[in-house]
T-cell receptor
């Protein structure tokens, strides 16, 4: 399809629980990006993939965050042992190959840790 | 390094007022410049872009000109509407870096009152 589909739209987890978020990129897009948006609008880059390979993970907190993009499956972002400060909206974006722009964003998953 | 600085908000304007949101950048190389818009509860949407110096991007009455001499890409609209209320993000990326995340500014919230 022509949209980046993120599920679920809302997710509530108790502190210490696991959270798993999904992203289906646009068909034909080679790159997938994950972002975290907390207060004051700022977008924090987490990780990007080129197909199923990690491309850039410089923004990823290594301790509790992991992500995968497997063939024929939605990409996923998993947070083990969630903390209150993980409460945010997590956005996924995809972009086509051979181009440094043309990013299409999903509508996000709002994670609330209570 | 690469970075984007945009004016702090929030900005509140009356309908039909003139809008300017300032954006300046620092870049190694020759970036493309973008404005994205985020409506409440949604992801980012590309509003306009410019890929080289002196290019003017325009869309939906918004304009921005790529000024290399002042390293700026200010967003303007001559007459804002209530429906323009959103958060606006300035960004840069490089066409040779398809897997690299754009560098985003911190966003400027705009509220237009009738």
């Amino acid at each position: 399809g022509e949209e980046v589909a993120q599920t679920p739209k809302h997710l509530v987890r108790g502190e210490g629980q696991k959270a798993k978020l999904y992203c289906a990129p646009i068909k034909g897009h080679s790159y997938v990006f994950w972002y975290q948006q907390v207060l004051k609008n700022e977008f924090k880059f987490l990780i990007s993939f080129q197909n199923e390979n990690v491309f850039d993970e410089t923004g990823m907190p290594k301790e509790r965050f992991s992500a995968k993009c497997l063939p024929n499956s939605p990409c996923s972002l998993e947070i083990q042992a969630t903390k209150l400060e993980d409460s945010a909206v997590y956005f996924c974006a995809s972009s086509p190959p051979l181009q440094g722009y043309g990013y299409t964003f999903g509508s996000g998953t709002r994670l609330t840790v209570v | 390094g690469n970075s984007v600085t945009q004016m702090e908000g929030p900005v509140t304007l009356s309908e039909e007022a003139f809008l300017t949101i300032n954006c300046t950048y620092t870049a190694t190389g020759y970036p493309s410049l973008f404005w994205y818009v985020q409506y409440p509860g949604e992801g980012l949407q590309l509003l306009l872009k410019a890929t080289k110096a002196d290019d003017k991007g325009s869309n939906k009455g918004f304009e921005a000109t790529y000024r290399k001499e002042t390293t700026s890409f200010h967003l303007e609209k001559g007459s804002v509407q209530v429906s323009d209320s959103a958060v606006y993000f300035c960004a840069l990326s490089f066409s040779t870096s398809a897997g690299r995340s754009p560098f985003f500014g911190t966003g400027t919230s705009l509220t237009v009152i009738p």
